[in-house]
């Protein structure tokens, strides 16, 4: 079960990253990067993205601590069924669930105060000032990466919350990383169709984490409590 939620945390970045392309690919294209050299351009490059990867994975193990210390207390399941509720309703309702509507806009304008402080990084062309961008360009506020904090949370653990982001963040790369290679290598048109597959990712990773919680004895769907207990115990181990 937990390697299914992984692949679609994955294909969840995948396709959200026609977002990001669309919302941070301006600061992307404005880190100077040279696809002459093509050495060096790829570290470069992916030194950035694997900057806004590791604030998505620290992200994650944060809101993990959060889905432990609720599980621990012995609501893992009630979790587990809350965020597949969450998770479907931002995926069907996300007019409605906006960053205004969820009491998020003085996080929203802190965000954004951080992407102001961007454009000293994005004057440098070091590793160090690259590696930095990606790590503030992975605190802008995006719907899609709220939706995968939320699922990070349901892992239960420091752990699995980082994994699972870790995952959305690479699932976000191959596409942000050919568009600093040619610019908008995806039309508007084609992005906005794309994106309409989305919600129905969204969808699915929220009946997963129900079932998950439903405790149904499903084995890689829904196992049952015990035998999620003990694979966390062998992961601790």
């Known amino acids: 079960m937990e390697n299914s939620l992984l692949i679609i945390a994955l294909m969840l970045g995948l396709a959200s990253s026609l ?29 950035y993205q694997f900057g806004r990867v590791t604030t998505y994975g620290l992200l994650g193990a ?3 601590i959060v ?27 996300p007019k409605n669930l906006g960053a205004a509507n969820l009491g998020m806009n003085s996080f929203a304008r802190i965000m954004y105060k951080i992407k102001s402080g961007l454009g000293k990084f994005l004057r440098k062309k070091n590793y160090s000032s690259l590696y930095i961008t990606g790590l503030l360009n992975g605190l802008l506020p995006c719907g899609a990466v709220y939706a995968a904090l939320t ?13 699972f982001m870790i995952c959305f963040g690479l699932g976000t790369i191959p596409l942000m990383f ?11 048109q084609t992005r906005q169709k794309i994106l309409k597959f989305l919600p129905y990712l969204m969808v699915l990773l929220g009946i997963l984490f129900i079932l998950r919680g439903l405790n149904l004895n499903i084995p890689y769907i829904s196992p049952t409590l015990e035998s999620l207990q003990l694979n966390g115990e062998g992961h601790e181990h």
Not at 20 to 33: K, N, Q, R, W
Not at 178 to 188: Q, R, T
């Open 178 to 188: 050919a568009s600093v290679l040619a610019g908008n290598v995806v039309s508007l």
């Open 19 to 47: 977002h990001c392309v669309g919302m941070c690919g301006p600061i992307a294209f404005s880190l100077g990067l040279n696809p002459e050299n093509k050495f060096d351009f790829t570290f470069r490059n992916l030194t």
């Open 67 to 93: 889905g432990y210390s609720i599980s621990f207390a012995g609501f893992q399941n009630p979790l587990s069924i809350a965020v597949g509720i969450l998770m479907i309703l931002l995926a069907v309702l």
């Open 62 to 64: 944060i809101l993990g």
């Open 151 to 163: 699922g990070s949370m349901a892992m239960g653990s420091i752990g699995g919350g980082a994994v």
